[in-house]
């Protein structure tokens, strides 16, 4: 019996035109019909449209009503394509991976490089690889991008102009396509904890900065008065930040306890945080940070963004984001 996929359009590159203003998403899906027909094969395909946004317009509600979408529609369907902008899609993946936390069909996110429009574009090998994935039968929120699938947490766009845009970060590909046809690695599939429940709250209390000499604290402390909940921090190394003449870690100190939570990364790519080895480490961990390890900062932003949408209770938050939720995160 032939798969039945649902494709939901939210714009970006592959649906793009050019306008005088520049390229803008015009194309409905219904536009896009005949190229998805001939990358879908066997497979039945349904098409509809959810929006049509430059990704960079893509925000959090448009996440939790995303969700809510795909939550109400994976029933009727073996898996799901979504068609979303490169330039937000990692953040996008990340969250669906939390919203829609143990799904029980493959929800496949993917985009392109070049308008479907354009003769040489990696648009349709892109929705190629994508519905096949989705017809796999393997549970979870997944990014096809350049003939590999990368589980959704995991994902980082990495290139601004390559085809390659997107890698998986600290963890192995899902799948790969070769001349030998899609090969998935099911060693690498994150097993589904529980049944599926949405999970589409959220809060946008939430604030990420990047650590670079001569950041002031008094950054932090507007951040504060601002009323953010939630701080991610890209901090140096294996996360290190000043604790001397600029004394942040005093600074963070007096936020923790006024009810911030605290989130300390790396601004390297690869490999993660180990707050352990470094006395300035050992003193954040200390005063309550919470760390990173090896999660991206699009899945450390985002889950942060998703726990405190389900609790504000400090022990259950460090409870929450010290567990693997998708797959998001492996202590060394």
Not at 160 to 178: C, G, H, K, Q, V
Not at 218 to 225: G, T
Not at 243 to 253: A, G
Not at 306 to 319: A, F
Request: glycine share 8%.
């Amino acid at each position: 019996m032939n798969k039945k996929i649902l494709i939901i359009n939210t714009g970006g590159t592959l649906s793009s035109v050019m306008k005088e203003s520049g390229l803008v998403p015009g194309l409905s899906i219904h536009d896009m019909q005949k190229e998805l027909h001939v990358v879908s094969g066997d497979t039945k395909i349904e098409i509809e449209d959810f929006c049509s946004l430059d990704s960079a317009n893509i925000f959090p509600e448009d996440w939790s009503i995303l969700a809510q979408h795909i939550s109400e529609r994976r029933n009727d369907y073996d898996g799901i394509v979504v068609i979303h902008g490169t330039d937000t899609m990692a953040y996008t993946s990340s969250m669906l991976s939390f919203m829609l936390r143990n799904i029980n069909i493959p929800v496949v996110i993917t985009g392109s490089q070049l308008s479907i429009t354009n003769p040489v574009a990696d648009a349709m090998e892109n929705c190629r690889c994508a519905i096949h994935m989705a017809a796999s039968g393997i549970p979870g929120v997944f990014v096809a991008f350049n003939r590999k699938v990368m589980l959704g947490c995991r994902v980082s766009k990495v290139r601004s102009l390559s085809f390659d845009a997107f890698e998986s970060i600290n963890y192995p590909n899902i799948a790969t396509i070769s001349s030998l046809g899609m090969k998935i690695d099911n060693s690498a599939v994150p097993e589904r904890s529980g049944i599926f429940q949405l999970s589409n709250k959220y809060s946008d209390k939430v604030a990420m900065i990047k650590m670079f000499p001569g950041l002031h604290r008094s950054l932090l402390e507007s951040i504060a008065e601002q009323g953010y909940k939630g701080l991610f921090i890209e901090a140096y190394g294996i996360g290190g930040m000043p604790f001397l003449k600029h004394d942040f870690i005093s600074t963070l100190d007096k936020l923790i306890q006024g009810g911030m939570t605290v989130v300390v990364g790396t601004q390297c790519r690869y490999e993660g945080s180990k707050m352990d080895v470094y006395e300035t480490g050992r003193k954040t961990l200390e005063i309550g940070a919470l760390q990173a390890h090896d999660m991206t900062a699009e899945a450390a932003l985002t889950k942060l963004m998703w726990i405190l949408g389900i609790t504000e209770n400090p022990s259950e938050i460090r409870d929450y984001y010290s567990m693997s939720i998708a797959g998001e995160i492996r202590k060394a």
